[in-house]
């Protein structure tokens, strides 16, 4: 077993790591960390750190911004979408590689640090879990934090899972320096159909000893009933889905069902921009991360904003996904009557357009945006031009008018990175629905159809789209609720593993990534779309990741790669 293995597989973070190592080296107490000693004969040393088992360890350049990251890449340089037909990355940050089908295993751009990441968060899950009952606590608070430890575990299994298929389980085992390495659990992959198994049998555990509601503001952010519940919902859908091929639609459903049965959440009336702007606790977000003043992500709005604001671009939408946005009337850009008008891009389409997306003309800081040429401020004419967009928009969402541009490093980066909303749910549950009843039907054990949830989700106050019709085929309503899912959660991670599991990256991965040349000629504006970013391509193996090389070379190529890298 190789060292960098150890560090990976089997390492705790700094501040936990195993005193007993140093001993007969060095006999000194390093004043940086806290012992195991320490931790296991202190509830509250040991409570936190079950706390901070929802962050990770910075494992990249430009990853983690005043803050560990947590599951995901959350608020990052580069956020998840511009690794799909979402966004682009300005300045690449070894973003570009995966968008045109580069990634191998020796070069696996940001999304290499997922395997790192994850088993070294269960190795550390299992070692609180082994060890729990060494400390001196009661009963109720010592089976909410194994429940808490529970749920984190499959949260990392979960993403192992959808972004590797079928991987290692460890069980509860907590692997040491002295082990021995040979054991085929470490590197032996199980199937799909187990992997999922065995990480719903931990989200149903967990459920049992989660509360239904944290009791106070330092409790913010810790998993509840419900956040397992919806992330048992998510992979359950996963799992029916075609790639997967692991599970059913009855089982998706079903899942969905039990969030929806809480009575606990709903769709947001404040407003679908407010809800990712602010810190709050609306009844739509299930589970978060929260930030402060201290311990802040990266500045959304100097790092993604337009050069002529003296923003940096960053993450650049491109006109794939502005194309994706329908009209007013709910019919697609290019549907027989839908009114589009190719000179004014951007009238009477779906009001989450305007709450996700600058473009030219929109208002952002008490001005109209000018990403026209000649003389746009915001375009490469502009200020900062090597910030210009790649794609001539900018994103929108997330992004907090309030906070400043300039010189934002101890105010801004408040806004909360939601993992899990009522919407998404939603569309778990319509879109189970439709596979196994169609649209029209109400299933068996549930309140509504999947027409109905839709119709929630469009009827939010300020969005307004038309409701669905009855009548629609099962094929149809497919089409029209992968679009909803496309706009309703753009930029939340989602797109990057929907496009995957319903087996059509290789349709939307291999299309240019396109954006658009504004010429002005006096109060005349001409629109022609341009190719972004060149030589985007996606191939059948990219279905699923490569595992990092190194990871292969430490097992002594005990670890099966996947298929065709």
Same mark, same amino acid.
């Given at each position: 077993m190789k060292l960098v293995k150890k560090r990976y597989m089997i390492g705790l973070l700094g501040f936990a790591a195993i005193a007993a190592c140093n001993k007969g080296f060095l006999d000194v107490v390093p004043t940086d960390r806290v012992s195991d000693a320490a931790i296991l004969s202190d509830s509250i040393l040991f409570e936190s750190f079950v706390v901070n088992r929802y962050m990770g360890v910075r494992l990249m350049d430009k990853e983690a911004e005043g803050t560990p990251p947590g599951f995901g890449r959350g608020f990052e340089y580069a956020l998840w979408s511009s690794l799909t037909d979402e966004s682009v990355y300005n300045n690449d940050d070894n973003t570009w590689l995966v968008q045109r089908g580069q990634l191998s295993p020796e070069n696996t751009g940001i999304a290499g640090t997922i395997w790192k990441r994850s088993y070294r968060s269960i190795r550390?899950?299992?070692?609180?879990?082994?060890?729990?009952?060494?400390?001196?606590?009661?009963?109720?608070? $010592?089976?909410?934090?194994?429940?808490?430890? $529970?749920?984190?575990?499959?949260?990392?299994?979960?993403? =192992?899972?959808?972004?590797?298929?079928?991987?290692?389980? =460890?069980?509860?085992?907590?692997?040491?320096?002295?082990?021995? %390495?040979?054991?085929?659990?470490?590197?032996?992959?199980?199937?799909?159909?187990?992997?999922?198994?065995?990480?719903?049998?931990?989200?149903?555990?967990?459920?049992?000893?989660?509360?239904?509601?944290?009791?106070?503001?330092?409790?913010?952010?810790?998993?509840?009933?419900?956040?397992?519940?919806?992330?048992?919902? !998510?992979?359950?859908?996963?799992?029916?889905?075609?790639?997967?091929?692991?599970?059913?639609?009855?089982?998706?459903?079903?899942?969905?069902?039990?969030?929806?049965?809480?009575? $606990?959440?709903?769709?947001?009336?404040?407003?679908?921009?407010?809800?990712? +702007?602010?810190?709050?606790?609306?009844?739509?977000?299930?589970? *978060?991360?929260?930030?402060?003043?201290?311990? !802040?992500?990266?500045?959304?709005?100097? *790092?993604?904003?337009?050069?002529?604001?003296?923003?940096?671009?960053?993450?650049?939408?491109?006109?794939? %996904?502005?194309?994706?946005?329908?009209?007013?009337?709910?019919?697609?850009?290019?549907?027989?009557?839908?009114?589009?008008?190719?000179?004014?891009?951007?009238?009477? +389409?779906?009001?989450?357009?305007?709450?996700?997306?600058?473009?030219?003309?929109?208002?952002?800081?008490?001005?109209?945006?000018?990403? @026209?040429?000649?003389?746009?401020?915001?375009?490469?004419?502009?200020?900062?031009?090597?910030?210009?967009? +790649?794609?001539?928009?900018?994103?929108?969402?997330?992004?907090?008018?309030?906070?400043?541009?300039?010189?934002?490093?101890?105010?801004?980066?408040?806004?909360?990175?939601?993992? @899990? +909303?009522?919407?998404?749910?939603l569309l778990n549950f319509a879109e189970a629905a439709n596979e196994l009843v169609g649209p029209d039907a109400t299933p068996a054990g549930a309140t509504m159809s999947a027409r109905e949830a839709l119709n929630l989700i469009r009827s939010r106050a300020g969005v307004a789209m038309p409701a669905v019709a009855e009548g629609m085929s099962a094929a149809a309503f497919r089409t029209l609720l992968r679009n909803e !899912?496309?706009?309703?959660?753009? @930029?939340?991670?989602? !797109?990057?593993?929907?496009?995957?599991?319903?087996?059509?990256?290789?349709?939307?991965?291999?299309?240019?990534a396109y954006g658009i040349e504004i010429t002005r000629n006096g109060n005349t504006l001409a629109y022609m779309r341009k190719v972004a970013l060149d030589g985007r391509h996606f191939l059948p193996q990219h279905y699923w990741l490569p595992i990092p090389r190194e990871e292969i070379l430490a097992s002594n190529n005990q670890l099966q790669q996947n298929a065709d890298y």
């Open positions: 550390e899950c299992n070692y609180a879990l082994a060890n729990i009952e060494q400390v001196p606590m009661s009963t109720a608070r $010592k089976n909410r934090l194994i429940a808490e430890l $529970k749920f984190i575990r499959a949260f990392r299994y979960h993403d =192992l899972i959808r972004n590797y298929g079928g991987v290692p389980l =460890l069980g509860d085992r907590v692997y040491g320096l002295n082990d021995d %390495m040979a054991d085929p659990a470490l590197f032996e992959r199980q199937d799909l159909g187990t992997c999922i198994t065995y990480t719903l049998t931990q989200l149903d555990e967990a459920v049992a000893g989660l509360p239904a509601d944290n009791g106070s503001s330092w409790a913010l952010g810790r998993a509840t009933a419900g956040a397992a519940l919806a992330l048992k919902s !998510r992979l359950t859908l996963y799992a029916a889905s075609p790639l997967y091929h692991a599970g059913s639609w009855e089982q998706a459903l079903n899942a969905a069902v039990a969030v929806i049965s809480l009575n $606990k959440y709903s769709i947001s009336q404040s407003g679908y921009g407010a809800l990712f +702007r602010k810190a709050s606790t609306d009844n739509e977000i299930i589970f *978060a991360r929260y930030y402060s003043v201290g311990a !802040r992500h990266v500045p959304m709005e100097i *790092a993604n904003g337009p050069n002529g604001h003296g923003g940096w671009g960053g993450n650049v939408p491109l006109q794939n %996904m502005v194309d994706a946005y329908r009209m007013t009337n709910g019919k697609a850009i290019d549907e027989e009557g839908s009114g589009y008008d190719a000179q004014h891009p951007y009238a009477n +389409r779906d009001p989450r357009f305007y709450e996700t997306i600058l473009y030219n003309g929109a208002t952002y800081r008490g001005r109209a945006l000018e990403t @026209f040429v000649p003389g746009g401020r915001d375009s490469r004419e502009g200020p900062d031009n090597w910030n210009t967009s +790649r794609t001539g928009y900018y994103l929108y969402k997330f992004i907090d008018e309030d906070m400043p541009i300039n010189n934002p490093w101890n105010i801004a980066g408040l806004q909360p990175w939601i993992y @899990f +909303r009522y919407a998404e749910i !899912r496309q706009v309703e959660l753009a @930029f939340e991670e989602h !797109r990057f593993y929907d496009v995957r599991r319903w087996l059509i990256a290789e349709e939307t991965g291999n299309v240019p």
